[in-house]
């Protein structure tokens, strides 16, 4: 069975410039988590999507970050315009659903380097 | 507010030595518990989940434990391998319903030297 997908597996830009983090979840996985993780820390959920809906981003800041997940299965995370705190590890994981036992499939995600 | 914490941030041991790595967290009204392994530049890989009513699981060399009234766990590795050097993260899911509000510890970075 393929993982998770996570292009590109590093990116540098300057602030104030635009960037897109791709995910490809496991084939058959409904639903898609992107996390961002950074160094020292454990991962913080930004917002989760049940097929192609946006089920809780509560954590994701809104003003600079969107995402979408078009026919429920890739997904792209978005930050326009980048911040020299967005510096971090963003982590796409997806699972079959959100039963009891699913357990979670992360990729090897994105380090982002804003400069 | 739940928080989870792990003690030590880093930890060195000689190969073979037997080790254990501790998680604690705030609120006790756990659903489950979960220990990730992360090597650098990867995600977290599951390596065991405990439910709430359960006290231990074994995975080949590794096992975790429970304690909810203490907010305590602790995973344990037997007979360390130079293979084992990554950082070990623990995470608590509140409730049954879904991930949403997984919270994650900060980890700790073990290296088992040769």
């Known amino acids: 069975e393929a993982g998770v997908v996570q292009s590109p597996r590093y990116k540098i830009i300057e602030k104030k410039q635009p960037v897109a983090f791709w995910c490809n979840p496991i084939s058959g996985h409904n639903t898609l988590y992107w996390y961002r993780q950074n160094l020292g820390q454990g991962p913080e959920l930004l917002i989760r999507?049940?097929?192609?809906?946006?089920?809780?981003d509560s954590q994701l800041p809104k003003d600079r970050f969107s995402a979408e997940r078009l026919k429920g299965v890739d997904s792209t995370l978005k930050i326009q315009p980048a911040e020299l705190g967005d510096s971090a590890v963003y982590l796409c994981?997806?699972?079959?659903?959100?039963?009891?036992?699913?357990?979670?499939?992360f990729g090897n995600g994105t380090r982002l380097t804003v400069t | 507010k739940q928080e989870v914490t792990q003690i030590p941030a880093a930890l060195s041991v000689p190969e073979g030595e037997n080790l254990v790595l501790n998680c604690s967290f705030t609120?006790?009204?756990?659903?489950?518990l979960q220990w990730f392994r992360q090597d650098p530049g990867k995600g977290l890989t599951s390596l065991l989940l405990?439910?709430?009513?359960?006290r231990e699981q074994t995975s080949g060399r590794l096992n975790a434990s429970l304690d909810k009234s203490s907010g305590r766990s602790t995973l344990y590795i037997a007979a360390s391998q130079p293979g084992d050097s990554a950082t070990y993260l623990c995470a608590v899911r509140p409730d049954e319903t879904s991930y949403d509000k997984v919270i994650f510890g900060p980890g700790t970075s073990l290296s088992v030297i040769p």
């Open positions: 994981a997806s699972s079959p659903g959100t039963g009891t036992d699913s357990p979670l499939h």
């Open positions: 999507y049940e097929n192609e809906e946006a089920v809780d």
């Open positions: 405990i439910q709430s009513s359960q």
């Open positions: 609120d006790s009204a756990i659903y489950n």
